[in-house]
């Protein structure tokens, strides 16, 4: 059932993406119906107790979509999918007139990712779920406007941290459990008994929960983030993604609640941010800002009940976070009903209107007076259990005086700047009047604020719900017993003093208003987030500066230097190495040295770049003859295919350069040769200590033992590659199929051009120049040759999981017969390929991710498929080996067209001897 509320949600996200064309913005009232059904059916599910659900996903790591629902999920879920459904219907009139296909798309997929956090019990999906919530924050704050860029960077950069401290969480808790699986990790035993490791994690989650859910100093990405429109603030701020690091607190307190560098951590960021948010809230004259502020500040109050710990504190957070998701959907909906019929929402600005929305005026009223705390409301409610909970907190009574008093306070400017919204939104009497909308603008916000009013005056309506969220967060038992009347208590007392407080504030309003207005505070945290990510700029601009040249030397010299300080570092370990097994030498192997030494020599030497290219080639075949030698047909075939298209493509850059490499000084080149010497010398040091000093590894063991009869492949290479090691192999064709669309953008761009005729370095009066004459014998043998070549690539193709072969090889092959199609051709105009080359690129990365993903009928991601076929095996191998096929076919087609026609541009001239510096 659980998956089935996922897939409604999934569903409502797919129908967006078909359906927003033609809807427009009435598509909300579609897409809020499986919101409210999953909704229905996490009620129902609940009915029982917990539910698990789990399919596996990654079973070579443990790894399995599993979902939970416990009490804690349950009020989450809720607020995920009601009050979502509820901004869906709200932005049907809240949204122009026109095509809103992208915002029913995030939304929809924002609450997808927020109800699998909440039902994650695996935590590579709780983390999966998290990061994706970062995602479709940022795209729902960039998409409104470009004033939202910098706002919607910023975001991204504060929370994609939080994700980082969550991730090395993640990975902390599964090596110290031993599984991913999220209830059996809060079960395990490391939490009391490996201190170091506990503190750590703790530190880990705190961050990242203090990123999501804005708590000093990583607060200042959500006023920030006001920029996106209204609906996106109404959901980010009551249910969405500053609700997620609650839900992480919540979840994790308790095996945390007693370790005092959690509850410290939770105690003060959350005073700290209540106290700052509060006292910022008071001073806007925006009315969203205001309440940005306001949600920073309630916030810090829900962390601060998670730093207490103790059953009457956590049940008070639960409860407050209900109540807040209540009041801040609604208010904001306010905010955004005024902000269209108004034209404004600037306190300065709505005093000279008659603001007449009687409506919208109530649930305003009934949403400011929750957040105050006023009865009967439901905020009433959660703030009486929060004093409760914080005067009989556990600890030293100076702490709990002084969180306790940092708490009253915020509660009194809590009421403060819940008096300067209903005044400055609704206080104006003088100007055009501003009338109420349409029913479904203000039937949502109204639904909301009379939801808060209902459950304050009978609050014993959520005492199911409360208290199996509170038994979640507990770790035990919890009877949550609601009530809005408790006789006399020092609570209440508290209560009675805030709200007089807050009302004498409220009645001075224009004297606080002068005094705040002369408060600044000593920094700006967004200043601090901007600086930090401008640093972070001018340091990658300073690294790319490094390399920013065509120079080789300059690219290879970190790398190589990086290979010589491991030398140095490793080689006083490399002691009482064991013997070498057997003679690791052949009889080839001295002249095969030799021919690769003497190519290197002659490399080096070289004056021109053709000369150097045919000596490195001679260097590539004699590895192709060692491999061979060795027995590794299918590396040699690969090396060889590789080093003949490495020509042809080398051959064609050599067009744009000029003939002979420049001199260095002196200095470089003894620098150049100094550096190369060590280098070879400390790999043939690793060389010599490292390798053939030991058997088989277990690895390569198992593969020879168990591929063919766990693959049915006989060719050990091509099932490591498309079978076991398929990811990795996807992975590398991915970077590949990039870098083939990398190169046609970039020459593109720069319309890249030969030489030019008489300035061609190769230019000669020989008869053998006119290339329509001497290219005959050419032109002919490639009508025969080429079909003959693909035959034989296809033939590679499909034996390839048997013997020698396989879509790498087959592909190179294939690649091989264009490539001499291109050079017979007499012309440029005549020899360009007119075969799609990008689209065959998107294609066989999307047949081999296709491949991976039919897997799952099996139980994972690029898991083979296997099937008989009159007593033939088949296999989804050969489908990914397709894949592998279409993409290095399309690259090289995609060098030939580009590198090798000329497409001469005055723009760009060639490169001259001193150019090519």
Same mark, same amino acid.
């Given at each position: 059932?659980?998956?089935?509320?996922?897939?409604?949600?999934?569903?409502?996200?797919?129908?967006?993406?078909?359906?927003?064309?033609?809807?427009?913005?009435?598509?909300?009232?579609?897409?809020?119906?499986?919101?409210?059904?999953?909704?229905?059916?996490?009620?129902?599910?609940?009915? =029982? @107790?917990?539910?698990?659900?789990?399919?596996?996903?990654?079973?070579?790591?443990?790894?399995?979509?599993?979902?939970?629902?416990?009490?804690?999920?349950?009020?989450?879920?809720?607020?995920?999918?009601?009050?979502?459904?509820?901004?869906?219907?709200?932005?049907?009139?809240?949204?122009?007139?026109?095509?809103?296909?992208?915002?029913?798309?995030?939304?929809?997929?924002?609450?997808?990712?927020?109800?699998?956090?909440?039902?994650?019990?695996?935590?590579?999906?709780?983390?999966?779920?998290?990061?994706?919530?970062?995602?479709?924050?940022?795209?729902?704050?960039?998409?409104?406007?470009?004033?939202?860029?910098?706002?919607?960077?910023?975001?991204?950069?504060?929370?994609?941290?939080?994700?980082?401290?969550?991730?090395?969480?993640?990975?902390?808790?599964?090596?110290?459990?031993?599984?991913?699986?999220?209830?059996?990790?809060?079960?395990?035993?490391?939490?009391?008994?490996?201190?170091?490791?506990?503190?750590?994690?703790?530190?880990? %989650?705190?961050?990242?929960?203090?990123?999501?859910?804005?708590?000093?100093?990583?607060?200042?990405?959500?006023?920030?983030?006001?920029?996106?429109? =209204?609906?996106?603030?109404?959901?980010?701020?009551?249910?969405?993604?500053?609700?997620?690091?609650?839900?992480?607190?919540?979840?994790?307190?308790?095996?945390?609640?007693?370790?005092?560098?959690?509850?410290?951590?939770?105690?003060?960021?959350?005073?700290? =941010?209540?106290?700052?948010?509060?006292?910022?809230?008071?001073?806007?004259?925006?009315?969203?800002?205001?309440?940005?502020?306001?949600?920073?500040?309630?916030?810090?109050?829900?962390?601060?009940?998670?730093?207490?710990?103790?059953?009457?504190?956590?049940?008070?957070?639960?409860?407050?976070?209900?109540?807040?998701?209540?009041?801040?959907?609604?208010?904001?909906?306010?905010?955004?009903?005024?902000?269209?019929?108004?034209?404004?929402?600037?306190?300065?600005?709505?005093?000279?209107?008659?603001?007449?929305?009687?409506?919208?005026?109530?649930?305003?009223?009934?949403?400011?007076?929750?957040?105050?705390?006023?009865?009967?409301?439901?905020?009433?409610?959660?703030?009486?259990?929060?004093?409760?909970?914080?005067?009989?907190?556990?600890?030293?009574?100076?702490?709990?005086?002084?969180?306790?008093?940092?708490?009253?306070?915020?509660?009194?400017?809590?009421?403060?700047?819940?008096?300067?919204?209903?005044?400055?939104?609704?206080?104006?009497?003088?100007?055009?009047?501003?009338?109420?909308? @349409?029913?479904?603008?203000?039937?949502?916000?109204?639904?909301?604020?009379?939801?808060?009013?209902?459950?304050?005056?009978?609050?014993?309506?959520?005492?199911?719900?409360?208290?199996?969220?509170?038994?979640?967060?507990?770790?035990?038992?919890?009877?949550?017993?609601?009530?809005?009347?408790?006789?006399?208590?020092?609570?209440?007392?508290?209560?009675?003093?805030?709200?007089? %407080?807050?009302?004498?504030?409220?009645?001075?309003?224009?004297?606080?208003?002068?005094?705040?207005?002369?408060?600044?505070?000593?920094?700006?945290?967004?200043?601090?987030?901007?600086?930090?990510?401008?640093?972070?700029?001018?340091?990658?601009?300073?690294?790319?500066?490094?390399?920013?040249?065509?120079?080789?030397?300059?690219?290879?010299?970190?790398?190589?230097?990086?290979?010589?300080?491991?030398? !140095?570092?490793?080689?006083?370990?490399?002691?009482?190495?064991?013997?070498?097994?057997?003679?690791?030498?052949?009889?080839?192997?001295?002249?095969?040295?030799?021919?690769?030494?003497?190519?290197?020599?002659?490399?080096?030497?070289?004056?021109?770049?053709?000369?150097?290219?045919?000596?490195?080639?001679?260097?590539?075949?004699?590895?192709?003859?060692?491999? +061979?030698?060795?027995?590794?047909?299918?590396?040699?075939?690969?090396?060889?295919?590789?080093?003949?298209?490495?020509?042809?493509?080398?051959?064609?850059?050599?067009?744009?350069?000029?003939?002979?490499?420049?001199?260095?000084?002196?200095?470089?080149?003894?620098?150049?040769?100094?550096?190369?010497?060590?280098?070879?010398?400390?790999?043939?040091?690793?060389?010599?200590?490292?390798?053939?000093?030991?058997?088989?590894? @277990?690895?390569?063991?198992?593969?020879?033992?168990?591929?063919?009869?766990?693959?049915?492949?006989?060719?050990?290479?091509?099932?490591?590659?498309?079978?076991?090691?398929?990811?990795?192999?996807?992975?590398?064709?991915?970077?590949?199929?990039?870098?083939?669309?990398?190169?046609?953008?970039?020459?593109?761009?720069?319309?890249?051009?030969?030489?030019?005729?008489?300035?061609?370095?190769?230019?000669?009066?020989?008869?053998?120049?006119?290339?329509?004459?001497?290219?005959?014998?050419?032109?002919?043998?490639?009508?025969?040759?080429?079909?003959?070549?693909?035959?034989?690539?296809?033939?590679?193709?499909?034996?390839?999981?048997?013997?020698?072969?396989?879509? +790498?090889?087959?592909?190179?092959?294939? !690649?091989?017969?264009?490539?001499?199609?291109? %050079?017979?051709?007499?012309?440029?105009?005549?020899?360009?390929?007119?075969?799609?080359?990008? !689209?065959?690129?998107?294609?066989?990365?999307?047949?081999?991710?296709?491949?991976?993903?039919?897997?799952?009928?099996?139980?994972?991601?690029?898991?083979?498929?296997?099937?008989?076929?009159?007593?033939?095996?088949?296999?989804?191998? %050969?489908?990914?080996?397709?894949?592998?096929?279409?993409?290095?076919?399309?690259?090289?087609?995609?060098?030939?067209?580009?590198?090798?026609?000329?497409?001469?541009?005055?723009?760009?001239?060639?490169?001259?001897?001193?150019?090519?510096?």
């Amino acid at each position: 059932m659980l998956l089935l509320c996922i897939a409604l949600v999934a569903g409502a996200c797919l129908a967006a993406i078909a359906l927003g064309r033609y809807l427009g913005r009435d598509l909300g009232f579609l897409l809020a119906a499986p919101l409210l059904a999953a909704a229905a059916m996490l009620v129902v599910a609940s009915s =029982t @107790s917990a539910t698990e659900e789990s399919w596996a996903w990654i079973p070579s790591l443990g790894v399995n979509l599993a979902l939970r629902l416990d009490g804690l999920g349950l009020v989450f879920g809720l607020l995920v999918t009601v009050i979502g459904a509820g901004v869906l219907l709200y932005s049907t009139r809240y949204l122009a007139r026109a095509r809103q296909t992208s915002f029913y798309v995030l939304m929809t997929l924002f609450a997808l990712a927020m109800l699998t956090l909440v039902l994650a019990d695996d935590v590579i999906l709780l983390f999966v779920a998290w990061e994706l919530t970062t995602l479709c924050s940022f795209f729902l704050i960039a998409r409104s406007g470009p004033a939202a860029r910098e706002p919607a960077i910023r975001t991204l950069l504060v929370t994609a941290l939080g994700g980082l401290a969550l991730l090395a969480a993640v990975v902390a808790m599964s090596v110290a459990a031993g599984t991913t699986r999220l209830s059996v990790i809060l079960d395990a035993p490391f939490w009391t008994t490996d201190a170091a490791a506990t503190t750590g994690i703790a530190v880990l %989650l705190a961050v990242a929960a203090f990123t999501k859910s804005a708590q000093f100093p990583f607060h200042a990405w959500l006023p920030d983030s006001m920029a996106a429109i =209204t609906p996106v603030s109404a959901y980010l701020h009551a249910a969405a993604m500053v609700k997620a690091g609650i839900y992480l607190m919540l979840r994790f307190s308790p095996v945390l609640h007693d370790h005092a560098v959690w509850s410290t951590l939770l105690i003060a960021a959350g005073a700290t =941010t209540a106290l700052l948010g509060a006292a910022a809230a008071i001073r806007r004259t925006d009315l969203k800002e205001l309440l940005a502020y306001s949600t920073i500040s309630q916030l810090g109050l829900i962390t601060v009940l998670i730093g207490v710990g103790t059953p009457e504190a956590l049940t008070a957070a639960v409860v407050h976070t209900i109540a807040h998701a209540l009041f801040k959907a609604t208010l904001f909906m306010v905010v955004g009903i005024i902000d269209i019929r108004a034209g404004t929402r600037d306190i300065r600005e709505l005093a000279g209107r008659r603001v007449r929305l009687p409506v919208t005026l109530t649930a305003a009223v009934l949403g400011a007076l929750s957040m105050a705390g006023v009865p009967p409301l439901l905020g009433f409610v959660s703030k009486e259990g929060m004093f409760a909970s914080l005067i009989e907190a556990p600890g030293p009574v100076g702490l709990t005086v002084l969180v306790a008093t940092a708490v009253a306070l915020t509660t009194v400017l809590t009421f403060a700047y819940s008096g300067r919204f209903l005044i400055g939104a609704f206080g104006g009497r003088a100007g055009p009047s501003v009338t109420e909308g @349409s029913a479904p603008f203000w039937v949502v916000p109204a639904a909301l604020a009379l939801g808060g009013l209902m459950l304050g005056a009978l609050p014993f309506l959520l005492d199911g719900l409360v208290g199996a969220a509170s038994t979640s967060a507990v770790g035990a038992t919890v009877d949550a017993h609601l009530e809005l009347w408790h006789g006399v208590t020092p609570a209440l007392i508290v209560s009675v003093i805030v709200l007089s %407080l807050g009302t004498a504030l409220v009645a001075l309003r224009r004297r606080t208003d002068s005094l705040v207005a002369r408060m600044r505070f000593p920094f700006s945290a967004l200043a601090l987030v901007d600086a930090i990510r401008l640093g972070v700029v001018r340091l990658g601009a300073l690294t790319g500066r490094m390399t920013a040249t065509d120079a080789p030397r300059r690219h290879l010299l970190v790398p190589i230097l990086c290979l010589l300080v491991l030398a !140095a570092v490793s080689a006083p370990h490399l002691t009482n190495l064991p013997p070498i097994v057997g003679d690791p030498t052949r009889p080839l192997d001295g002249v095969l040295v030799a021919l690769i030494l003497a190519g290197t020599i002659a490399a080096v030497l070289a004056h021109t770049r053709v000369a150097a290219i045919v000596v490195m080639g001679m260097i590539g075949f004699a590895m192709t003859l060692w491999f +061979f030698w060795l027995g590794a047909a299918d590396v040699a075939l690969t090396q060889l295919l590789v080093e003949i298209l490495t020509v042809c493509v080398l051959v064609l850059v050599l067009r744009h350069l000029p003939r002979r490499f420049h001199r260095d000084r002196m200095s470089r080149r003894v620098l150049s040769a100094t550096v190369a010497v060590a280098a070879g010398v400390a790999t043939t040091a690793a060389v010599l200590a490292l390798t053939g000093r030991r058997e088989l590894s @277990s690895a390569a063991g198992y593969f020879l033992g168990n591929a063919e009869e766990e693959t049915g492949g006989a060719n050990i290479v091509n099932t490591i590659l498309v079978d076991f090691r398929a990811l990795d192999t996807l992975g590398e064709l991915t970077v590949l199929g990039i870098a083939g669309v990398a190169m046609a953008v970039l020459l593109s761009a720069r319309r890249v051009t030969s030489l030019a005729e008489d300035d061609s370095p190769y230019r000669t009066t020989s008869p053998l120049a006119d290339a329509r004459a001497n290219a005959v014998f050419t032109r002919t043998l490639t009508r025969w040759a080429v079909p003959v070549i693909i035959v034989l690539s296809l033939t590679l193709l499909l034996r390839g999981h048997q013997e020698p072969g396989g879509g +790498f090889i087959a592909a190179l092959v294939g !690649a091989a017969g264009f490539a001499l199609l291109y %050079l017979a051709a007499p012309s440029d105009r005549e020899s360009r390929i007119r075969w799609p080359y990008l !689209a065959l690129i998107g294609l066989g990365i999307a047949i081999a991710t296709v491949t991976g993903l039919a897997g799952y009928g099996d139980g994972s991601f690029l898991r083979p498929l296997h099937v008989d076929v009159l007593g033939v095996k088949l296999t989804t191998a %050969l489908v990914f080996d397709v894949g592998v096929y279409l993409t290095v076919v399309g690259v090289v087609l995609a060098a030939l067209n580009l590198l090798g026609v000329d497409r001469r541009s005055p723009a760009v001239p060639a490169l001259t001897e001193r150019s090519a510096r």
